[in-house]
């Protein structure tokens, strides 16, 4: 198979400091080809964003560039196909998972609030990320029948209350993805095959990569698109496992956090 793989930046770690990477250990993402993330662990303090004057760290909630650190420590992405992202108003910035995307993939990545979407061009071209009868999965559907992937970024209430009332919405093709376990932080009150904003991304544009790229044999193309994800399921991890740490909720599964054995 040849080398078509989009393009992606390689964080310049070899000069960090070894004392500031934190242990490897295993994870659930242990078997993804996501870039070494050391260079997040050297950021202690948040930076004033040069474009909003926001203060933020890692990256801006608003601006979606990177921050407290140079653009090249951090992977860019080349998506095959633009990415829409309709963003509930009470999905808090701070706390969505959309925003890793938009920040990864910035050139194809485009988050619009729900009282703020524009009048799309031939709707009918678009996937939008939905379950329901009428949803399909990729490689059931033609390459050539859409030109971009629209996903909505909300809590499961919110987002169906998005879909329902959002008339150009409707008009768009539904497609949906295997069933797959969330790793999300987050307690929600639904099953394990509900998955974060950032997971139900990684997951479309890897089954995009599958059905019509690859042949079905996935190469890792768009792992990086879980790059800030993996960090935060990692620090979650360690803050909890401290002997001296408050206890993680109650209410999410009970083996979430993966204690030493």
Excluded at 6 to 14: G, I, N
Excluded at 41 to 46: N, P
Aim: aromatic residues 12%; contains cysteine.
């Amino acid at each position: 198979m040849s080398d078509d793989r989009p393009e992606t930046k390689r964080p310049l770690s070899e000069d960090n400091d070894t004392n500031t990477k934190r242990p490897k250990q295993a994870s659930p993402f242990d078997d993804l080809q996501i870039d070494d993330d050391s260079i997040l662990d050297t950021v202690s303090d948040r930076t004033v964003c040069p474009k909003c004057t926001k203060s933020v760290k890692y990256f801006c909630y608003r601006c979606f560039d990177v921050v407290g650190m140079e653009r090249s420590q951090v992977p860019t992405l080349k998506l095959p196909v633009p990415l829409n992202v309709i963003k509930h108003e009470q999905e808090l910035d701070g706390k969505s998972t959309a925003i890793h995307a938009g920040v990864i993939a910035k050139d194809d990545v485009h988050i619009y609030s729900w009282q703020q979407i524009p009048e799309f061009e031939n709707p009918e071209m678009s996937l939008l990320l939905f379950p329901g009868p009428d949803a399909k999965q990729l490689k059931d559907i033609p390459r050539e029948a859409f030109d971009r992937i629209t996903v909505i970024d909300g809590t499961w209430k919110q987002a169906n209350k998005i879909v329902r009332e959002t008339p150009i919405l409707q008009r768009m093709q539904k497609v949906t993805i295997a069933p797959r376990v969330t790793h999300f932080w987050r307690y929600q009150q639904l099953s394990e095959n509900h998955l974060a904003t950032i997971e139900a991304i990684y997951y479309v544009y890897r089954e995009f990569a599958e059905a019509y790229e690859t042949n079905g044999d996935y190469d890792g193309r768009y792992d990086n698109l879980l790059f800030y994800y993996r960090y935060f399921y990692k620090m979650i991890q360690d803050l909890y496992k401290k002997k001296d740490a408050k206890r993680f909720t109650h209410r999410h599964r009970s083996d979430y956090i993966q204690y030493d054995k």
